[in-house]
C-alpha cells in the first residue's frame, strides 16, 4: 500500500495575529500537489488555532501542538483532547522534543497522551529522536525504539498515527541528518514496528524526517524510501514551505 506523503508545519512559539494572517495568506496562494498526493498539516500555537482553522485553505488542516494526558478539568494551563475535538482541530502533535527535554516529558507519559487522544478522535504526530549524545554513544536505535515501545504499549490501532523521527541535533541547529543517515533510522524503525507490532502496521504507517528541513534538502531526503514526509519547524513559517510541499512529487515521480 503507498504511503500517502505528509508534511507537517510546526510553528512552535512563534507568532502575532498579524504574522500569522501573513503566514496563512502566502500558503492559500502557494500552488502545491493536489491532495491525493500530499497531506499538509499546520500547527499553530494554540490561541491561533481558530483564527487559522477558519482562514486556512480546505486542503490543508490544522494541529495543535500538545494537548493534556486525559480528560480536563483542574489542570491549569493545560488543553484537553475534548476542546480540541470540540474546535474541529483533526490532529495533535504529541512528544515534541523540546516538551521530552524541557518539560521533562517520559516515554511513560507521552505514550499515555498518544493514546488518550487516540481514543477522542484525533490523529496524531507521534515525535521521536535522539540526543547528539545518544548518537555520538551508538544508542540511537535503541533511543528510538524504547520511545516507540512506550507508544506502541499503549495502543493498538495506528490508523491514525503518523511517527516524527527528529534527531535532536539537527532540530533548529541548521544541523541536517544526512539522507543516508535519515533513510537507515526509518529503515530500522520500520523493521521495529514489523517485528513488534505487525507488518501491516509497518507496511502502513507513515514515518517523517524533522531536523532542519530546508528547500534546499527536502528533495535529496524525500527521495529516501522510507522517508514519507516532514515535520518542518523555523522553515514552516516562511513561503519556503510551500517548496518543501512540493517535494511530494519525488515520491509520485519514483
Known amino acids: 500500500m503507498a504511503r500517502k506523503f505528509f508534511v507537517g508545519g510546526n510553528w512552535k ?11 496563512v495568506s502566502t500558503l492559500n496562494a502557494g500552488e502545491v500537489p493536489s491532495e491525493d498526493v500530499v497531506e499538509v498539516v499546520v500547527s499553530p500555537p494554540f490561541v491561533f488555532l481558530p ?7 480546505p486542503d490543508f488542516h490544522v494541529a495543535a501542538q500538545n494537548c493534556w494526558v486525559k480528560k480536563g478539568g483542574a489542570f491549569t494551563g493545560e488543553v484537553s483532547a475534548e476542546m480540541l475535538v470540540n474546535l474541529g482541530i ?25 493514546a488518550y487522544a487516540l481514543t477522542q478522535g484525533l490523529k496524531v504526530i507521534a515525535c521521536i529522536g535522539e ?8 544508542s540511537t536505535m535503541e533511543v528510538v525504539a524504547e520511545q516507540t515501545k512506550a507508544i506502541a504499549a499503549k495502543i493498538s490501532n495506528w490508523t491514525d498515527v503518523v511517527l516524527a523521527y527528529e534527531p535532536v541535533w539537527a532540530i533548529g541547529t541548521g544541523k541536517v541528518a544526512t539522507p543516508a543517515q535519515a533513510q537507515e533510522v526509518h529503515f530500522e524503525l520500520r523493521k521495529w514496528l514489523q517485528a513488534n507490532v505487525s507488518p501491516e502496521v509497518a507496511a502502513s504507517t507513515r514515518i517523517i524526517y524533522g531536523g532542519s528541513v530546508t528547500a534546499a534538502n527536502c528533495k535529496e531526503l524525500a527521495a529516501q524510501p522510507d ?3 516532514f515535520l518542518v519547524g523555523g522553515a514552516s513559517l516562511k513561503p519556503e514551505f510551500i517548496d518543501i510541499i512540493k517535494s511530494a512529487e519525488v515520491k509520485k515521480n519514483a
Request: overall charge neutral; aromatic content about 4%; glycine content about 10%.
Open 227 to 229: 522517508v514519507d514526509g
Open 90 to 114: 483533526p490532529w495533535v502533535i504529541i512528544g515534541h522534543s523540546e516538551r521530552r527535554l524541557i518539560l521533562k516529558e517520559s516515554n511513560e507519559f507521552v505514550g499515555d497522551k498518544v
Open 131 to 138: 540526543t547528539l549524545e545518544q548518537r555520538e554513544a551508538g
Open 13 to 23: 512559539c512563534n507568532g502575532t495575529q498579524e504574522e500569522v494572517k501573513k503566514i
Open 51 to 57: 483564527l487559522v482553522k477558519t482562514s486556512l485553505r
